[in-house]
C-alpha cells in the first residue's frame, strides 16, 4: 500500500530545545493528521490538517500542511519531558477509489528521547 | 472524551490457540479499524469496519477475521495464533461527518504468542 517516508526516525534533544519533523509522500494527501504515543498506550491525536497551506497550533505543538499537498512538518517548542514518546504521522491519499474510504496511512514514527 | 477501550492490556497464547481480542467504544463511532503495530513497520490495518455487520480487508487480513454484531464493538479473531502474530494490536474509531479520518486509538493489547 501507500508509504509515508517519516524523519528523523529517532531524536535525541535536551529539555528546553525545539524539536521539527516531517512526513513525506509521493502522492497527494487530502488530510495530514499527528498523533503522539506513550510508552506502552495508544496513539493520542494531537493535530488534524484539512488544507493545503493550513497551519494549526496545539499549545507547543505547530503543525503545517504542505502546499504541495505531499508533506506535514510537526514542531514541538521548549521541549519538556513529557514530551517523549513516538510521534507518527498519518494521512488520507487523495485517490477517487478511496471516496467514502476513512482509511488512513501511517508513517513509521519519529521516537523522541529527552537527555537529561 | 471519546473513549476506545480493549478487553486486555497484556495477552499471552499458546501456538494454535483461537483467540479474541475485544474493542469497545462509547461515542456511537460507525467506523472501527484493527491494527497491529511492529517495530520499524508502524501501524498496519488489518481490517475495518463501517457498519454493524459489515467488514472490510485492510493491507494484511491474513490469519484473521472480525466481528461486528453491535455498534460499539468490533472483535478481532485469529484463528490459530502463530508466533509471527505477537504484536501490539491496536483498535481505532472514527465517525464520518465533518472530522472523518479522526481516529480515536485504544490503549492497546500486546499479544504474545509461544
Known amino acids: 500500500g501507500q508509504q509515508l517516508n517519516q524523519s528523523p526516525q529517532s531524536m535525541f534533544i535536551q529539555e528546553g530545545e525545539d524539536v521539527s519533523m516531517n512526513c513525506t509522500s509521493s502522492?497527494?494527501?487530502?488530510?495530514w493528521l499527528w498523533y503522539k504515543q506513550d510508552p506502552g498506550e495508544g496513539p493520542v491525536l494531537l493535530i488534524a490538517l484539512y488544507k493545503a497551506g493550513e497551519l494549526t497550533s496545539n499549545g507547543r505543538l505547530t503543525a503545517q500542511f504542505g502546499i504541495t499537498r505531499k508533506d506535514s512538518f510537526l514542531n514541538i517548542s521548549a521541549s519538556i519531558p513529557s514530551d517523549v514518546g513516538i510521534y507518527f504521522c498519518?494521512?488520507?491519499?487523495?485517490?477517487?477509489?478511496?471516496?467514502?474510504?476513512?482509511?488512513?496511512?501511517f508513517g513509521t514514527g519519529t521516537r523522541l528521547t529527552i537527555i537529561p | 472524551d471519546v473513549k476506545v477501550t480493549q478487553s486486555s492490556r497484556y495477552l499471552v497464547k499458546r501456538t494454535g490457540e483461537k483467540v479474541f481480542l475485544e474493542c469497545v467504544q462509547d461515542?456511537?463511532?460507525?467506523?472501527m479499524f484493527w491494527y497491529r503495530q511492529d517495530p520499524g513497520l508502524g501501524l498496519r490495518l488489518i481490517y475495518f469496519s463501517y457498519d454493524v455487520k459489515m467488514k472490510e480487508k485492510g493491507d494484511i487480513p491474513e490469519g484473521y477475521s472480525v466481528s461486528r454484531e453491535k455498534k460499539e464493538r468490533f472483535s478481532l479473531i485469529l484463528e490459530s495464533a502463530s508466533t509471527n502474530q505477537t504484536s501490539m494490536y491496536l483498535c481505532?474509531?472514527?465517525?464520518?461527518?465533518?472530522?472523518?479520518?479522526?481516529?480515536?486509538f485504544g490503549p492497546g493489547t500486546r499479544l504474545t504468542v509461544t
Open positions: 461515542m456511537d463511532h460507525e467506523n
Open positions: 498519518a494521512g488520507q491519499p487523495f485517490d477517487i477509489s478511496n471516496f467514502g474510504n476513512e482509511k488512513l496511512t
Open positions: 481505532a474509531s472514527s465517525s464520518p461527518g465533518l472530522d472523518p479520518y479522526e481516529q480515536y
Open positions: 502522492s497527494i494527501f487530502n488530510t
